[in-house]
């Protein structure tokens, strides 16, 4: 089979993206239970104090974190064999998740079919210059650069801004579906109204921000730290267009995340990227299954834990070395 072939891929994983109903249902059901659990305990508990609530809140946005991969694999039309109902799923998980999903699913899939590609960045991705590009800006330029690359913006501010900022705002939108995704933000948002306008009826809204602004904060740093690191580590693949492949971002271009198993199931198993970028039809669940059976695919790079919190100091694609590299290496280079 030839490695550079994303048809024979499909065809050697094909086995593997095939979604077994009662095992999504499943997957989906216990996940939102446990969430329901850990959400109306955080209620519970805030009658006594906020303290006692937080970690409550916190596990709640853990759990959002698998209730988007379900999500995710809605838009990816994995989680079921019916597009429909992938399609009101992923709708539904959108009011949890802070996400509209058709716009989320546009960025995402421009993100599937650029990854890795130099010329083609700015969609659906984690800004990344080359050290030429750093260099050749001015003062500002840097500085906005290195400011967004700082882990308090990428994981703390940009999250929150990302999350519950940005995916309400039908704005900066382009393209024949701006339209449609337009539509998808201002319906997501209506529901979003409705839902926590009449939690906050019942409940009060103060109670209702502070246990469920913690959920979705945690969610989504957690979230952005996973995109991040499973495509930022030091040899990454980065390549001009006429040189990227398909393939190549996947196997090269997405790390396989080695995590305690209890963590890949919260995260639902979206440390198997790489497999997941080269077949986006594969339900999570299957991931771990075709990574034990496929050999190919245990021969990729694999970060484990502790060495993952080094990815924070990669900033920027040093095209000469072909790696990412530090501010400082880039300045001493």
């Known amino acids: 089979m030839s490695m550079t072939s994303i048809n024979a891929w499909n065809r050697r994983l094909s086995a593997y993206a095939a979604p077994v109903a009662w095992r999504s249902f499943t997957q989906l059901g216990v996940t939102l239970f446990l969430f329901a659990i850990a959400i109306v305990g955080a209620h519970a508990l805030y009658q006594l104090s906020w303290a006692l609530a937080l970690p409550s809140?916190?596990?709640?946005?853990?759990?959002?974190v698998r209730l988007f991969i379900v999500q995710h694999?809605?838009?990816?039309?994995?989680?079921?064999?019916?597009?429909a109902a992938c399609d009101w799923i992923g709708r539904g998980l959108s009011i949890l998740t802070f996400t509209p999903y058709y716009f989320w699913r546009r960025d995402h899939d421009k993100h599937h079919a650029t990854s890795g590609d130099l010329d083609r960045r700015g969609v659906g991705d984690i800004d990344t210059l080359t050290v030429k590009e750093y260099r050749a800006?001015?003062?500002?330029?840097?500085?906005?650069?290195?400011?967004?690359?700082?882990?308090?913006?990428l994981f703390g501010i940009g999250p929150a801004w990302q999350f519950i900022?940005?995916?309400r705002l039908p704005l900066w939108l382009s393209g024949k579906t701006a339209r449609k995704a337009a539509r998808s933000i201002l319906l997501t948002n209506v529901t979003m109204?409705?839902?926590f306008g009449g939690l906050g009826w019942l409940l009060g809204y103060g109670e209702v921000a502070a246990v469920w602004l913690p959920a979705i904060l945690v969610g989504a740093s957690v979230g952005v730290w996973l995109f991040y690191v499973q495509h930022n580590f030091e040899h990454t693949y980065w390549a001009r267009h006429e040189e990227w492949t398909y393939v190549d971002a996947a196997l090269r271009?997405?790390?396989?995340?080695?995590?305690?198993?209890?963590?890949h199931w919260l995260t639902g198993y979206i440390g198997f990227h790489h497999i997941h970028h080269l077949s986006a039809k594969i339900p999570?669940?299957?991931l771990p299954?075709?990574?034990?059976?496929?050999?190919?695919?245990?021969?990729?790079?694999?970060?484990?834990?502790?060495e993952s919190l080094g990815a924070v100091r990669l900033a920027l694609w040093c095209e000469e070395r072909r790696h990412m590299v530090s501010f400082r290496e880039a300045a001493a280079a």
């Not at 809140?57 to 959002?64: E, H, Q, R």
């Not at 694999?73 to 597009?83: E, I, Q, T």
């Not at 800006?137 to 913006?153: C, E, K, N, T």
């Open 253 to 263: 271009g997405c790390s396989y995340y080695k995590l305690p198993g209890w963590l």
């Open 57 to 64: 809140s916190i596990a709640a946005g853990l759990l959002l």
């Open 193 to 195: 109204v409705v839902f």
């Open 73 to 83: 694999d809605c838009g990816h039309y994995s989680f079921l064999r019916s597009r």
């Open 289 to 306: 299954r075709a990574f034990a059976e496929v050999s190919e695919l245990q021969d990729v790079r694999s970060i484990g834990l502790l």
């Open 137 to 153: 800006m001015d003062f500002w330029g840097r500085f906005r650069y290195r400011l967004y690359r700082h882990p308090a913006v």
């Open 165 to 167: 900022i940005r995916n």
């Open 284 to 286: 999570n669940y299957n």
